[in-house]
């Protein structure tokens, strides 16, 4: 079998299949093939792929040999060849059997859902820790793949599900990529010694990270929380990278606020594992906040597509705030019903827009609220000349009063536990209230 060589300058040219039904369920939630094949559709462009043509089916069970029927199998085939296509892309997970079998009988390269997600990651990553994470993901994933991806590399330059190590080390044999593995999970595991050391520094500030699917605009969100201009673009996993910033409520409160990389329906298990320095910022949050696209004709899928992420990562139980982002999409006729029933069904929550001016204040004074919810009072006397500590005293805490007499000052102060923690180590004694 041989593959054409797609030109540099050139889109390649993908038919989608997607499988609906029973097999495609998710948290006992089945999906129809159209369903799947919009979603599919948009990561095929975001991986610069152009798509001509597109096969459905609806099964109970994949096929043992091709995933789908041979009857779909020889439809497809049909397909290709009337549209001139290099590429075919299924939204399900092949079985390397079945990946080279499809390929023997279509005639061209075949890339199953996790192959995709794998790339569009490959062309996202830009900083150190990205690129290391997405090629760790990549390795792994192609470990017991080597034979039918090497008949890909030995005629094809680049292309969709190729980039990243593979089009670079052609001869490379299973102990060279398990030597690769380890090297990576040793240079990552330095990368979440120094995370770790940073989220110390900044314990005693209220930790807060935002999750959700990809592409529900929790960047747009973050920038108007914090007055950034991180990068937010309409695209699938445009973040990969956790960024932090430091926020500010209109109460005065500081917060720390992390943005990280959107889940989706059976994100790749060898991505999620890479990237778990990554995700471990959501393990360490002192509050969630779960970004909803609330326009989403399927956010209730969706939503279970994260719990079932979160619960993976050991984070299924952190206290939760649900965002229903975008809210400016709900026609004004219907808001104050969809309003209700959102709150109603799923408390604690909110209902947000990103690109309206007033469209945070409920989201700010909900984050204000589960601070003074969750922050303790405590009493703290020293003497009145003992500038340091009086200094690390309004940087921890919020001073609430304070009164002078004989040369001391004795102040009613509110914070997190782990800031009076940190002030009993800096010998203050404090006496909750």
């Known amino acids: 079998m041989t593959h054409r060589v797609v030109p540099p300058d050139r889109p390649e040219r993908a038919v989608l299949v ?20 919009e979603e599919l559709r948009a990561l095929a462009i975001s991986a610069g792929a152009e798509v001509v043509g597109e096969v459905v089916q609806s099964r109970d069970r994949a096929d043992a040999a091709l995933y789908i029927g041979r ?27 079945q990946g080279k079998n499809i390929e023997d009988l279509i005639g061209v390269r075949v890339l199953d859902r996790s192959e995709l997600i794998l790339d569009i990651f490959a062309r996202r990553a830009r900083t150190r820790e990205a690129k290391l994470q997405v090629e760790l993901a990549q390795l792994q994933y ?11 590399l030995s005629r094809i330059r680049g292309g969709i599900g190729l980039r990243g190590p593979g089009e670079t080390q052609l001869e490379v044999d299973r102990r060279v990529i398990r030597d690769r593995i380890r090297t ?18 900044r314990g005693e500030v209220w930790n807060v990270a935002l999750v959700g699917y990809t592409n529900v605009g929790k960047s747009t969100l973050m920038n108007r929380l914090t007055g950034e201009r991180l990068r937010a673009v309409d695209s699938l996993f445009a973040t990969l990278d956790a960024t932090t910033r430091r926020m500010e409520l209109p ?9 990280t990389v959107g889940f989706i329906r059976d994100l790749p298990h060898d991505l999620v594992a890479s990237f778990r320095a990554t995700l ?4 360490h949050a002192d509050l969630l906040l779960h970004v909803v696209d609330v326009a989403d004709p399927r956010r209730e899928s969706r939503m279970a597509v994260v719990h079932e992420v979160l619960q993976s990562l050991g984070a299924g139980n952190a206290p939760t705030l649900t965002v229903f982002n975008k809210f400016d999409r709900i026609p004004a ?3 104050a019903g969809v309003r209700t029933r959102l709150l109603e069904a799923h408390a604690p929550a909110v209902v947000a827009s990103a690109v309206e001016p007033r469209g945070l204040v409920a989201l700010e004074e909900a984050l204000a609220r589960h601070v003074e919810t969750h922050e303790v009072r405590a009493r703290a006397v020293l003497p009145s000349g003992d500038g340091r500590r009086l200094a690390l005293i309004h940087r921890l805490t919020e001073v609430l009063e304070r009164r002078y007499e004989d040369g001391l000052v004795e102040l009613e102060l509110r914070a997190r536990p782990e800031a009076l923690a940190r002030l009993e180590r800096e010998g203050i004694p404090v006496d909750p209230t």
């Open 142 to 152: 192609l470990l017991p793949r080597l034979r039918r991806m090497w008949t890909h």
């Open 280 to 283: 471990e910022e959501v393990v």
């Open 333 to 335: 006729a219907e808001r």
């Open 251 to 259: 109460n005065g409160e500081a917060m720390v606020l992390t943005d």
């Open 184 to 201: 990576l999970k040793e240079k990552l595991e330095g990368i979440e010694t120094r995370r770790s050391l940073q989220r110390k520094g």
């Open 18 to 37: 997607a499988v609906g039904g029973p097999v495609a369920s998710t948290n006992g939630d089945a999906w129809s093939a159209e369903e799947l094949l």
């Open 71 to 97: 009857g779909k199998a020889d439809e497809l085939k049909r397909e290709v060849a009337a549209h001139d296509a290099q590429l075919v892309v299924f939204d399900n997970d092949l079985s390397p059997a």
